[in-house]
C-alpha cells in the first residue's frame, strides 16, 4: 500500500494533482466549498482564545492535498502570530502546494518542528484512511498476515505468515476466510504530528468504527476499498498506483495511541452535530437572505446524515504544554 500510493515516482499521490474533487476520483468535505474552512477557522479560533491567545502559535495540518482547506482557513481566520504548516511527504505534492501559497510552510515531517515548540492546533481530513494499514486472515485458529505477490504479469495475495501477536491481541478471532485490516502506525503517526507542539490541540476527521464494530463478525471482508472516477471497487491488485485505497478508521486503535502519549480525547463526535454546532451563529444570520443556496447546499452536504454528516467523526485530542 506505501508503494501503491506513496511511491514517489509511481504512487498514486505521486501522479500530478486532481485525485481529490468533483472531476477526480473521488471527493471530500473540502470539496463542498470554502464552508468547511470557514467553519473549522471558527473551531481553531475558539480554542486559540482558549488558550490565551498564544502571541506565536500554528496551525500544522497534516496531508492538504491540493491546499485548498488551508487556503479556506486562512482566508477567514484574522489572528495574530498564526505559522501555517503543512506536512506532506511527497516531493511533487509538496513543491505545488508551495507554488500555490507562497506564505504557507511545507515541510516533508513535523519533525522538522522539533527546535521550536509552539501552542498548535494540528489536524487533518481524510488523512488517517490514507495511512498504510496490513491486511490480515483468519484461518480458524489465528491470524495470517497477507503479502502480495506476483503471478504471472498480474498480482495476487499470499500468505506470509502469522500476524505479529501483539497487533492482533485486541481483535476477537473469526471463522477462516474472515478477512480485514489493521494499522499499526498511528502511534508513530501522531507522535510525529506532535513534535513541535508545546499544548494545543489535534483534530481528525475520517470514517471508521470503534474497534467492537469494525472488527464485528457481520464484517468479513473488512472495509478496504479502491477510488477511481467516483467508482468504489475492493480490488487494489488490479491498476496499483492508479487507483486510490483506503480503509476505515479504527477509532479506538487512534484513541488508545493518543492516550499512551498522554493526549485527552475531548470530542468524538459525528462531523454533522459538530459542524451544525459551529454553524449556529451563521445559520442564524441567514434569516431573510436569499443568496446562500450554494453555501446551505454546501451545508446540508457535509452535515445531513444521509451525505457525510454521519459518515464522518470528528475526534478532537488535548494535550497539555509539557512542564
Ligand atoms: C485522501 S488525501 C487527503 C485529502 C485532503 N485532506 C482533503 O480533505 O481533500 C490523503 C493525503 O494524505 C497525505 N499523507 C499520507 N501520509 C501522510 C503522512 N504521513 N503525513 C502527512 N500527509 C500524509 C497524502 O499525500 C494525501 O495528500
Same mark, same amino acid.
Request: hydrophobic content about 45%; overall charge negative.
Given at each position: 500500500?506505501?508503494? &501503491?500510493?506513496?511511491?514517489?515516482?509511481?504512487?498514486?499521490?505521486?501522479?500530478?494533482?486532481?485525485?481529490?474533487?468533483?472531476?477526480?476520483?473521488?471527493?471530500?468535505?473540502?470539496?463542498?466549498?470554502?464552508?468547511?474552512?470557514?467553519?473549522?477557522?471558527?473551531? +481553531?479560533?475558539?480554542?486559540?482564545?482558549?488558550?490565551?491567545?498564544?502571541?506565536?502559535?500554528?496551525? %500544522?495540518?497534516?496531508?492538504?492535498?491540493?491546499?485548498?482547506?488551508?487556503?479556506?482557513?486562512?482566508?477567514?481566520?484574522?489572528?495574530?502570530?498564526?505559522?501555517?504548516?503543512? +506536512?506532506?511527504?511527497?516531493?511533487?505534492?509538496?513543491?505545488?502546494?508551495?507554488?500555490?501559497?507562497?506564505?504557507?510552510? %511545507?515541510?516533508?515531517?513535523?519533525?522538522?518542528?522539533?527546535?521550536?515548540?509552539?501552542?498548535?492546533? %494540528?489536524?487533518?481530513?481524510?488523512?488517517?484512511?490514507?495511512?498504510?494499514?496490513?491486511?490480515?486472515?483468519?484461518?480458524?485458529?489465528?491470524?495470517?498476515?497477507?503479502?502480495?505477490?506476483?503471478?504471472?504479469?498480474?498480482?495476487?495475495?499470499?500468505?506470509?505468515?502469522?500476524?505479529?501477536?501483539?497487533?492482533?491481541?485486541?481483535?476477537?478471532?473469526?471463522?477462516?476466510?474472515?478477512?480485514?485490516? +489493521?494499522?499499526?502506525?498511528?502511534?508513530?503517526?501522531?507522535?510525529?504530528?506532535?513534535?513541535?507542539?508545546?499544548?494545543?490541540?489535534?483534530?481528525?476527521?475520517?470514517?471508521?468504527?470503534?474497534?467492537?464494530?469494525?472488527?464485528?463478525?457481520?464484517?468479513?471482508?473488512?472495509?478496504?476499498?479502491?477510488?477511481?472516477?467516483?467508482?468504489?471497487?475492493?480490488?487494489?491488485?488490479?491498476?496499483?498506483?492508479? *487507483?486510490?485505497?483506503?480503509?476505515?478508521?479504527?477509532?479506538?486503535?487512534?484513541?488508545? &495511541?493518543?492516550?499512551?502519549?498522554?493526549?485527552?480525547? *475531548?470530542?468524538?463526535?459525528?462531523?454533522?452535530?459538530?459542524?451544525?454546532?459551529?454553524?449556529?451563529?451563521?445559520?442564524?444570520?441567514?434569516?431573510?437572505?436569499?443568496? %446562500?443556496?450554494?453555501?446551505?447546499?454546501?451545508?446540508?452536504?457535509?452535515?445531513?446524515?444521509?451525505?457525510?454528516?454521519?459518515?464522518?467523526?470528528?475526534?478532537? *485530542?488535548?494535550?497539555?504544554?509539557?512542564?
Amino acid at each position: 500500500m506505501s508503494a &501503491a500510493l506513496y511511491d514517489p515516482a509511481a504512487g498514486y499521490y505521486a501522479r500530478p494533482a486532481g485525485q481529490v474533487g468533483r472531476g477526480g476520483d473521488f471527493f471530500t468535505s473540502v470539496s463542498t466549498g470554502p464552508l468547511f474552512g470557514r467553519l473549522l477557522a471558527a473551531h +481553531i479560533s475558539g480554542w486559540w482564545r482558549e488558550a490565551g491567545s498564544p502571541a506565536r502559535w500554528r496551525i %500544522v495540518e497534516a496531508g492538504a492535498n491540493d491546499g485548498s482547506l488551508a487556503e479556506d482557513i486562512l482566508g477567514s481566520l484574522d489572528l495574530p502570530g498564526l505559522e501555517y504548516i503543512i +506536512i506532506e511527504p511527497l516531493p511533487q505534492l509538496a513543491e505545488a502546494l508551495r507554488a500555490r501559497a507562497p506564505q504557507i510552510r %511545507v515541510l516533508p515531517s513535523a519533525d522538522l518542528l522539533a527546535d521550536d515548540p509552539l501552542p498548535s492546533f %494540528v489536524l487533518g481530513n481524510e488523512v488517517l484512511d490514507a495511512l498504510p494499514f496490513r491486511v490480515i486472515e483468519s484461518d480458524g485458529s489465528g491470524w495470517l498476515e497477507l503479502g502480495v505477490d506476483l503471478a504471472g504479469d498480474a498480482f495476487a495475495w499470499k500468505a506470509l505468515g502469522p500476524a505479529p501477536a501483539d497487533l492482533v491481541a485486541p481483535l476477537p478471532l473469526h471463522p477462516a476466510g474472515y478477512r480485514t485490516e +489493521i494499522r499499526d502506525n498511528f502511534p508513530s503517526f501522531l507522535r510525529t504530528m506532535a513534535t513541535g507542539m508545546r499544548g494545543g490541540r489535534m483534530l481528525w476527521l475520517d470514517y471508521g468504527f470503534d474497534r467492537a464494530d469494525y472488527y464485528h463478525e457481520s464484517r468479513t471482508t473488512g472495509t478496504l476499498r479502491t477510488f477511481s472516477r467516483h467508482r468504489a471497487a475492493e480490488d487494489p491488485l488490479l491498476t496499483p498506483g492508479e *487507483i486510490d485505497i483506503t480503509a476505515h478508521v479504527d477509532f479506538t486503535a487512534l484513541a488508545e &495511541a493518543a492516550e499512551a502519549m498522554g493526549g485527552r480525547v *475531548i470530542r468524538d463526535e459525528r462531523q454533522g452535530v459538530f459542524l451544525t454546532e459551529l454553524a449556529r451563529p451563521w445559520l442564524l444570520s441567514l434569516e431573510g437572505r436569499t443568496d %446562500v443556496g450554494k453555501e446551505l447546499r454546501a451545508f446540508q452536504t457535509l452535515t445531513h446524515p444521509g451525505q457525510l454528516g454521519a459518515k464522518f467523526r470528528v475526534v478532537e *485530542i488535548a494535550f497539555e504544554a509539557a512542564r
